[in-house]
């Protein structure tokens, strides 16, 4: 089995900042991308960032310049730091994986979740 566990929202004001961990653990034998995720009330899922496991990322727009994910390989741990924070990134905030478990067979595995909310 492989889980992903989110940690590091809550509440901030305009302009602070948050960090998001996530960490995944199980029978992993490899993880290929990791990404952030969030879905504000009522919207859909939408792209937040990605990091390949050689370190190239890509940015939604919207964050482009505020945030920053980085990952730690022996960890098999993703970071997301979220600067400048605005009102319209309140939202869940999920992190993403490509894993190859110990078995070989691949998952796309999913966190639960991580409320961030900014206050204006």
């Known amino acids: 089995q492989v889980q992903l566990v989110e940690s590091g929202g809550g509440l901030v004001q305009a302009g602070g900042s948050l960090r998001l961990s996530c960490a995944a653990s199980?029978?992993?034998?490899?993880?290929?991308?990791m990404g952030w995720y969030r879905q504000a009330p009522g919207k859909q899922r939408e792209f937040v960032a990605t990091i390949t496991s050689d370190g190239y990322t890509n940015y939604a727009d919207s964050v482009k310049g505020r945030f920053t994910i980085s990952r730690d390989n022996a960890k098999n741990t993703v970071y997301l730091q979220m600067n400048s924070l605005k009102p319209e990134d309140t939202a869940v905030y999920s992190c993403n994986a490509e894993i190859r478990a110990v078995s070989r067979s691949y998952f796309n595995a999913w966190g639960q979740g991580t409320q961030v909310t900014v206050s204006s």
């Open positions: 199980g029978s992993i034998f490899s993880i290929n991308d």
